[in-house]
């Protein structure tokens, strides 16, 4: 067979992306195969594979364990943080997926119902998402560095039967208790679900005091269930998978729908493709089912494709050093390594000449993925050196579930070059344009947009929310979907992406909205105004800054007022936001239509040279920002 490349594979897809895509559909086992594979006319943009039925599970485990694979590993934990190993075969995921799914049915929840997973890197977690697809149920992750205000948001958007948790999380010299955070989220929420189902994990044990409370632990053990077989059930290609709820620009997340038939064909074919993974390899994505790389790349991508997926709970560094990811790459036989630049850059601070790799035999390792954020190339350049194998930057969003662009090394390995994720992925028409829609020239800055329709795995709507999704997604370019990012495609078709669009931060590759740290501050009484901003950062990319002006007659201390509000924002958001520092200030600078000049305060933080805004109300606030700036060391960490 010719081996393909890049562009004759992106061009069939171009030429007739229905064949294309039917093609992709083999991949699967259905039990109803699709006859056609997309329908214009239905949804905001047209459905894929409309006709089709099946079961993503089924896909993921049973097939593996019918056809070839029961003895073969599903699922590696490794876990440093707690000192726990565990390799899962794929009958044996089979048997806890089943018990965990009879659990479920006998708790009520039936094919559509929602199930909130709330649920820390433990095995537990993925057999739980398996079992909801089982039984038809959807599930919504919700990540364990959230606190109870933004889990209740996501319980009353979903509205689940069923919540489901692990009693703690376990953080370097921190165990987090979940139970009470779960509490803490049902006493807010309006919406209450059935029962909560409560992981005992030993670290710590949860306090079983609510009524609808149980101990999971005892009902997966019970004979009667652990022996019941339970079917998968088929479902419509178009209905839901899951929610998984990702910042938007208020403080009401956005809950992504993802549906079953397109992310399955999406997914396999990526496995191939874009990584270069065969069935049988191992496949490592170190990052979390509470975001869309674990449900994509720890979960179903590498189940669907009958790889062994390593579950990895601990961090880069500190569990316990800086050799811990090339320990588990050797120890597993790892194939491919999907993490974040922010993951390399806290390695290559504590191993600047990358030489705790040379102490293991990497010779299984082929490639390093990145994504998430802009990959530094100065990162990228010591993991190549420190790695030898090509380190591939990726882009893409909790909207697409799949990359956008990337390299497809599984096709052709293009040619590397820094900062710039490659080309577009077939299914995506990527364009580059201007505020008015017109396209931009090449090398010219402008909004990144992908014309519709978008390809099988991206969303088709906000959960509950048809209207949403079509104001924030496809009402600014009509015909195209509007990534909120920006950037510019080169002469050779490579992309470079720049920055958001919209108030969107990047935080260690977690996605978080400033709009909703806003909210979050000006409900203390005595902010009158502020403004959150995310100021450059070596080790995390950004980190959220607040600035806020005092109500007048305020009389309590400034220091005290902005150590409340760090810590509101951690009660309310979750440690992952990591806003540490709040400044105050005697004014904000804004336009004369009173829009706070957030981008301007960015570049005087980011020590940026700024152009002075033509509709600035009082140049003279920006010296004071820029006074107050360096006073308290804001952007001090700037990368260098
Ligand atoms: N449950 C509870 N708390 C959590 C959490 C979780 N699942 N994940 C993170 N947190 C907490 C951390 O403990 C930290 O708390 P602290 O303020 O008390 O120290 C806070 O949230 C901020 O976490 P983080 O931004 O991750 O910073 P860190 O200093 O703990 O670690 C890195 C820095 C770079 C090591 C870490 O961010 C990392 O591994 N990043 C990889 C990024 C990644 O996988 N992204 C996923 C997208 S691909
Ligand atoms: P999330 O939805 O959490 O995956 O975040 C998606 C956003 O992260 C994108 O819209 C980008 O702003 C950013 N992002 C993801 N991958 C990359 C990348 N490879 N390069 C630059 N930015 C990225």
Known sequence: MTKQSYSSVYDAWKADPDGFWMDAADAIDWTTPPTRAFDPDAGAYGRWFPDAAGNTCYNCVDRHVERGRPGQAAVIYDSPISGKKRTITYAELKR????????????????????????????????????????????????GGFAAHELATRINDSTPKLIVCASCGLEP????????????????????????????????RADLDQPHDHELNTLVEDAEVRHREVPCVPVAATDPLYILYTSGTTGQ????????????????????????????????????????VGHSYIVYAPLLCGCTTVLFEGKPVGTPDAGTFWRVASEHNVAALFTAPTALRAIKKEDPDGKLAADYNLTSFRTLFLAGERADPDSIQWAERALGVPVIDHWWQTETGWAIAANPVGIELLPVKLGSPTVAMPGYDIQVVDEGGQPVAAGDLGNIVVKLPLPPGCLPTLWGDDARFRRAYLETFPGYYQTADAGYVDEDG?????SRTDDIINVAGHRLSTGAMEEVISGHPAVAECAVIGVTDSLKGQV????????????????????????????????VAALKLVVTVERLPKTRSGKILRGTMRAIADGETYRMPATIDDPAILDEIDAAIRQRGVGRQAAG
């Open 173 to 204: 010299g921190r165990v987090v208790a979940y139970k009470p955070l779960v509490d803490a989220a049902v006493a807010e929420a309006t919406h209450k679900p059935d029962a909560v189902l409560v992981w005992q994990r030993e670290e710590h």
């Open 544 to 575: 959220p800054c607040g600035f806020i002006v005092l109500k007048s007659g305020v009389t309590q201390s400034h220091g005290e007022i902005e150590q409340e509000l760090v810590k509101r924002i951690r009660d309310q958001i979750g440690p």
């Open 96 to 143: 806890d997926v089943e018990a965990m799914a009879a659990v479920f049915l006998d708790k009520g929840v039936q094919k559509g119902d929602r199930v909130i997973l709330y649920m820390p890197m433990i095995p537990e977690a993925l057999i739980a998402m398996l079992a909801c697809a089982r039984i038809g149920a959807i599930h919504s992750v919700v990540f």
């Open 253 to 292: 997340p956005k809950g992504v729908v993802r549906d079953t038939g397109g992310h399955m064909v999406a997914l396999a074919w990526t496995m191939k493709n874009v990584y270069g993974v065969e069935p049988g390899e191992v496949f490592w994505a170190a990052s979390d089912v509470g975001w869309v």
């Open 494 to 498: 490579y992309l470079f992406i720049m």
